[in-house]
């Protein structure tokens, strides 16, 4: 297993950083195309940003639709680098995402099947017709350390388990941001011209709302949780957390709603203070604010009757349910 050299938010000379993996990108492609993902995120958001300085039009930039983002976030993620200069394909692929989703239970399975059909159906068939050979991606160091450590598998880590991307899915993978965590790259984001809102972004997971839903993530069941998530960035957005989220429980429990019992779908909420993601402790959310959210979860989102907060730090806990 490679080892990599970290560059601590302390070491990171951004402008230097960004010249150099610009660079290093744009000999590794030479007059060749390149493609990426753009979820949003501050590591895509980054990443594609890097490649857009080193190969301008010759990236191919698409946000694969996959059925399982957050509200509006396709249509706002192109506008926002449309500005910047960045043309960005939509892809819908929602059909094929929850296809490969149906059935599946076990959280590591779920992630298997989005990194699979990402990969190969999705992103196999945009090498094909773009012609490119190399996938440009944000992974980081934090992600190959929990990958590595059998915390949980991250969808964008390959060469550190030993697979060869090139021999799986037909392409290279070449991944700037590897020797950064997250505080390292918002710095590399705000540095390559990115706004506030995509460069202090909260995380979000890799397979987007399936992580945020225990058990199967049906197009029912992930429009339940989405509801729920734009509740909760409404109510928290002036909480100064590292990340906040909605999960949606696969356990049912009796409540009551117009004086009937309802056996209805429980959400619990996790906020977290954090530097890197490697520790977290819950954030001491005022109780009138716990309230609200949970008066808010229980009316506007369909069979909802239970409301939990999740108080148990990281470690043994993880940020994400699954």
Same mark, same amino acid.
């Given at each position: 297993?490679?080892?990599?050299?970290? *560059?601590?938010?302390?070491? %990171?000379?951004?402008?230097?950083?960004?010249?150099?993996?610009?660079?290093? /990108?744009? +000999? /590794?492609?030479?007059? =060749?195309?390149? /493609?990426?993902?753009?979820?949003?995120?501050?590591?895509? #958001?980054?990443?594609?940003?890097?490649?857009?300085?080193?190969?301008?039009?010759? %990236?191919?930039?698409?946000?694969?639709?996959?059925?399982?983002?957050?509200?509006?976030?396709?249509?706002?993620?192109?506008?926002?680098?449309?500005?910047?200069?960045?043309?960005?394909?939509?892809?819908?692929?929602?059909?094929?995402?929850?296809?490969?989703?149906?059935?599946?239970?076990?959280?590591?399975?779920?992630? $298997?099947?989005?990194?699979?059909? &990402?990969?190969?159906?999705?992103?196999?068939?945009?090498?094909?017709? #773009?012609?490119?050979?190399?996938?440009?991606?944000?992974?980081? %160091?934090?992600?190959?350390?929990?990958?590595?450590?059998?915390?949980?598998?991250?969808?964008?880590?390959?060469?550190?388990?030993?697979?060869?991307?090139?021999?799986?899915?037909?392409?290279?993978?070449?991944?700037?941001?590897?020797?950064?965590?997250?505080?390292?790259?918002?710095?590399?984001?705000?540095?390559? =011209?990115?706004?506030?809102?995509?460069?202090?972004?909260?995380?979000?997971?890799?397979?987007?709302?399936?992580?945020?839903?225990?058990?199967?993530?049906?197009?029912?069941?992930?429009?339940?949780?989405?509801?729920?998530?734009?509740?909760?960035?409404?109510? %928290?957005?002036?909480?100064?957390?590292?990340?906040?989220?909605?999960?949606?429980?696969?356990?049912?429990?009796?409540?009551?709603?117009?004086?009937? +019992?309802?056996?209805?779908?429980?959400?619990? *909420? +996790?906020?977290?203070?954090?530097?890197?993601?490697?520790?977290?402790?819950?954030?001491?959310?005022? &109780?009138?604010?716990? $309230?609200?959210?949970?008066?808010?979860?229980?009316?506007?989102?369909? =069979?909802?009757?239970?409301?939990?907060?999740?108080?148990? #730090?990281?470690?043994? #806990?993880?940020?994400?349910?699954?």
């Amino acid at each position: 297993m490679p080892q990599i050299k970290e *560059i601590t938010v302390n070491q %990171l000379n951004t402008a230097e950083f960004i010249k150099d993996k610009a660079a290093e /990108i744009s +000999r /590794i492609v030479g007059s =060749g195309v390149a /493609i990426n993902a753009l979820s949003g995120g501050v590591d895509s #958001s980054a990443v594609t940003m890097l490649g857009h300085k080193a190969l301008g039009t010759r %990236l191919k930039t698409y946000f694969i639709d996959n059925g399982i983002m957050r509200d509006g976030e396709p249509q706002w993620i192109v506008s926002v680098f449309k500005k910047l200069g960045v043309n960005v394909e939509i892809v819908d692929a929602q059909d094929a995402f929850f296809g490969a989703l149906k059935g599946v239970i076990d959280p590591e399975e779920k992630r $298997e099947a989005i990194t699979q059909t &990402f990969y190969k159906k999705v992103f196999g068939k945009l090498v094909k017709e #773009s012609g490119a050979k190399y996938l440009l991606q944000g992974t980081i %160091l934090t992600d190959v350390d929990e990958t590595v450590a059998g915390i949980k598998r991250q969808h964008n880590v390959f060469e550190q388990l030993g697979i060869d991307p090139q021999e799986a899915f037909g392409y290279k993978i070449i991944e700037p941001l590897v020797q950064l965590r997250k505080d390292g790259v918002r710095k590399v984001a705000e540095a390559a =011209g990115l706004p506030a809102s995509i460069y202090k972004r909260m995380p979000f997971p890799g397979p987007a709302l399936a992580a945020r839903v225990v058990g199967e993530a049906t197009r029912e069941r992930i429009a339940l949780v989405r509801k729920a998530t734009s509740i909760l960035e409404q109510e %928290l957005l002036p909480v100064k957390a590292f990340q906040y989220m909605a999960i949606l429980h696969n356990d049912r429990v009796t409540g009551m709603r117009d004086n009937k +019992r309802e056996f209805g779908q429980q959400i619990e *909420i +996790r906020c977290w203070d954090s530097v890197d993601a490697r520790q977290a402790r819950p954030t001491q959310l005022p &109780f009138t604010m716990l $309230e609200k959210l949970a008066n808010r979860l229980v009316t506007e989102v369909p =069979g909802v009757v239970s409301v939990t907060y999740n108080i148990a #730090s990281k470690p043994p #806990s993880t940020m994400e349910a699954i």
